[in-house]
């Protein structure tokens, strides 16, 4: 089985921590193993009869398929108990306190998730005439107007998917705004404490990145970066709050500067769940900052999706945005799908349709159950929250920079030093207590990182359960118990794998035992 890789599966006591808990079945209590679904294929069961379909001409012109297509046959319990298994093995917001850093995983309300299957929403399909879904537009219209008013941005493009696909929409108008005034320009700077998209996004779109370190209190170096600004530049992307988990406090004046050298402002709005209602980035000189409205206006994130994206943009940007956009026409609201009219300087279509509905409809039904003044004390708590950890914190962890955080609270891993136990560890071991780990070794600015984000969607009591298990590792650490945090985690349905072994030679996919070294039949199981 994949999943039987690396170190032993089984838990140890931590009384006689050289003694296994077996069983025969090797489940461990009600925590059900389940083996692989292609393992557990017995020829001729089925879940459902259908009728044999009637023959057809075949139209593939030689590259029908030889062998049978190697999926397992089961019953409908076994394919359904087998997913509520796995999902059983999932850690999510539902279940307990997540505080992953610099990803803002807060609760979503249900009422979102209710309105989002509304008869009339659930069911829209993107290629309907405009005259048949007015309420949508109107909605994606509605959303635009919040977004604008919150940011106070001009315009905003809400096409893009998620927060990297709305930062290649942002650094795509900057280009598109260079060559409109025929500008080539080569370079755009990064702060050392990015999130990795930046420099990817920009390098995608042919700039040079060019990094800027930070000062020691963990904020860009304003001198380096007046060095690095030229003619050649196009623009500067920087994260605000950024991701030490404090404010940049010279942001108006980065942004005078990269304007004064003719480039552009992108700000990174991962963060924005800090400053809600209480800044507008468009007070501060940003041109482009995309908004993930699943971080913080509290759609479903993480596993991969769904996500939306919106990039709100200058009067300078505004112009280069991509299509689709909705409009105030004759006879309602109407959509420009091509780049002519007011889209005649649109760089382009980012998206095979509008943009991500389910999202919109989550995001705007968030915002309207709390209002201005519930957005605005959503980052209120979100900043006290994570302050009450650091100080909960501040005695047994190090705070690399000093004074107030926003909305995470980062440490180094300096008061480990000498116990043997590392970051990776600690995160281990916190699995045991029943906590998600929080982000690790990140930023890279600083050796060790922890860094971690309560939320406003946290209770008091919450978070000192939290801080009193962080403590109580963190003195079992520095008492000499290296041992446990090496072993750890103990309880959870895996022990700890040979992380670097599977790194290096990943195993992806499943192989019938009866494959020889001549059969590839993991290709017909994957297909």
């Not at 075949?58 to 319990?77: A, F, W």
């Not at 048949?132 to 537009?137: E, H, I, M, P, W």
């Not at 406090?249 to 050298?261: G, L, S």
Request: aromatic residues 6%; hydrophobic residues 40%.
């Amino acid at each position: 089985m994949l999943n039987n890789k690396g170190r032993p599966t089984q838990p140890t006591t931590q009384s006689e921590p050289d003694v296994s808990i077996d069983t025969f079945t090797g489940n461990k209590g009600l925590e059900l193993e389940s083996p692989l679904i292609f393992e557990q294929g017995v020829p001729g069961r089925v879940g459902v009869d259908m009728a044999d379909p009637e023959p057809v001409k075949s139209r593939l012109g030689g590259l029908e398929r030889k062998g049978p297509i190697g999926l397992p046959d089961l019953s409908e319990p076994q394919v359904l108990r087998h997913f509520v298994r796995l999902s059983r093995q999932n850690y999510a917001i539902d279940a307990g306190f997540y505080p992953l850093g610099s990803c803002t995983m807060k609760h979503n309300p249900r009422i979102n998730e209710k309105v989002a299957r509304l008869a009339g929403l659930g069911d829209l399909h993107p290629m309907q005439p405009t005259s048949t879904v007015q309420g949508a537009l109107e909605l994606i219209d509605s959303l635009a107007h919040w977004l604008k008013t919150i940011t106070g941005m001009p315009a905003v493009a809400m096409s893009p998917a998620a927060g990297a696909h709305g930062e290649l929409c942002g650094v795509m108008a900057i280009r598109a705004a260079h060559e409109a005034k025929g500008e080539s320009r080569t370079r755009i700077l990064v702060p050392e404490s990015a999130h990795g998209t930046n420099p990817a996004t920009a390098a995608l779109c042919g700039y040079k990145v060019d990094s800027v370190p930070a000062r020691k209190d963990g904020r860009m170096d304003l001198d380096a970066f007046a060095e690095k600004l030229g003619p050649d530049v196009a623009g500067v992307m920087l994260t605000n709050p950024n991701t030490c988990g404090l404010f940049e406090t010279d942001v108006k004046k980065i942004a005078d500067m990269v304007h004064e050298v003719g480039g552009y402002f992108y700000c990174d709005g991962a963060n924005l769940n800090a400053i809600l209602g209480r800044v507008r980035p468009g007070d501060l000189g940003v041109d482009a900052m995309h908004i993930n409205l699943h971080k913080t206006f509290s759609t479903p994130h993480g596993g991969g999706g769904p996500g939306a994206g919106p990039v709100v943009l200058s009067d300078a940007l505004a112009p280069f945005a991509p299509i689709p956009f909705v409009t105030h026409g004759e006879n309602g609201f109407d959509l420009v799908e091509q780049k002519s009219g007011a889209a005649a300087q649109s760089f382009g279509r980012m998206k095979g349709y509008h943009g991500q509905m389910g999202m919109f409809i989550r995001a705007l039904a968030y915002m309207q159950s709390h209002g201005a003044d519930g957005l605005r004390q959503i980052a209120e708590d979100a900043v006290l929250n994570a302050n009450y950890i650091r100080v909960g914190l501040q005695d047994k962890l190090n705070s690399p920079f000093s004074g107030i955080c926003m909305h995470e609270a980062l440490f180094d891993d300096s008061t480990l030093k000498g116990t043997g136990v590392t970051t990776l560890d600690l995160a281990k071991a916190m699995i045991d207590e029943g906590y998600h780990p929080m982000t690790m070794y990140f930023p890279l600015v600083v050796h060790g990182a922890m860094l971690i984000e309560p939320t406003e969607s946290e209770s008091r009591q919450t978070l000192d359960q939290f801080i009193g298990a962080m403590r109580h590792l963190l003195d079992k650490a520095t008492a000499g118990e290296t041992e446990y945090f090496l072993s750890a985690p103990l309880f959870a349905p895996r022990r700890r794998l040979d992380e670097t072994g599977a790194a290096r030679n990943p195993v992806l996919r499943w192989v019938s035992p009866e494959a020889t070294d001549n059969e590839d039949a993991s290709l017909s199981a994957a297909s």
